[in-house]
């Protein structure tokens, strides 16, 4: 069966540091993999998804991931965090989420 | 603006209560699914629709019920046989069955008393 882990609950940044969001997954084949995220109360909203191809995909916000076939990760980067960047974020194989990091962001 | 719209967004209900929840969609997609969002727990899938009049049970679908009319339509009934009906249910769609981008709706939070 297809899982989903996402090993931090909850991370801490300053303003300006850098981030990393990790994302393990269990799947049979090759996954369509998602980074969403979420504002207090709100629906979610697609930063981006990687279905084949490059394994380094871009997405909204200046936020990028990469795919690890041999780790069956999907961990998400962002060199410089700003403050409007706290929310939720969850990653996805397919419709299969995972249980969320929220990040908090120190000004 | 195409999109998808879930009704009420607040919802307070006495124990006991059959509640549904509307999620209506105009981007002409395929697929169709519920999630319960419950803090700490991330998105947990109730139900899932990939056709009109066919659906299929998620990980925690007891004491839900769905229907799938209508390939706009997918409204969820909380009965009163959910034990812990007190939660945030978001709608999503994705365009067609094999899977792809998932677009939400804004959620509905329903409070049972």
């Known amino acids: 069966a297809q899982s989903v882990t996402q090993p931090d609950i909850h991370i801490t940044v300053s303003e300006g540091a850098s981030l990393e969001l990790r994302c393990n997954y269990s799947?049979?084949?090759?996954?369509?993999l998602f980074w969403y995220v979420q504002s207090p109360g709100q629906g979610l909203q697609l930063l981006l998804k990687?279905?084949?191809?490059?394994?380094l995909v871009q997405g909204i916000k200046g936020f990028e991931a990469e795919f690890k076939r041999s780790q069956s990760s999907f961990n998400l980067r962002k060199p410089s965090v700003h403050w409007s960047d706290a929310a939720e974020y969850f990653c996805a194989v397919e419709y299969i989420f995972g249980t969320g990091t929220r990040l908090k962001v120190l000004a | 603006d195409g999109g998808i719209t879930q009704s009420p967004k607040y919802l307070f209900r006495k124990e006991g209560q059959n509640v549904t929840l509307s999620c209506e969609q105009n981007l002409n997609h395929d697929a169709m699914y519920w999630y319960r969002q419950d803090p700490g727990q991330g998105l947990r899938l109730i139900y899932y629709s990939q056709i009109v009049n066919d659906f299929q049970k998620g990980d925690i679908a007891e004491g839900y019920s769905v229907s799938r009319e209508k390939k706009e339509s997918f409204p969820l009934t909380v009965t009163s046989a959910q034990k812990n009906p007190t939660a945030f249910y978001l709608c999503?769609?994705?365009?067609?069955?094999?899977?792809?981008?998932?677009?939400f709706g804004e959620g509905s939070r329903l409070t049972v008393l």
């Open positions: 799947y049979g084949a090759t996954p369509y």
């Open positions: 990687y279905f084949s191809g490059d394994t």
């Open positions: 999503a769609s994705t365009r067609d069955r094999a899977g792809g981008e998932l677009f």
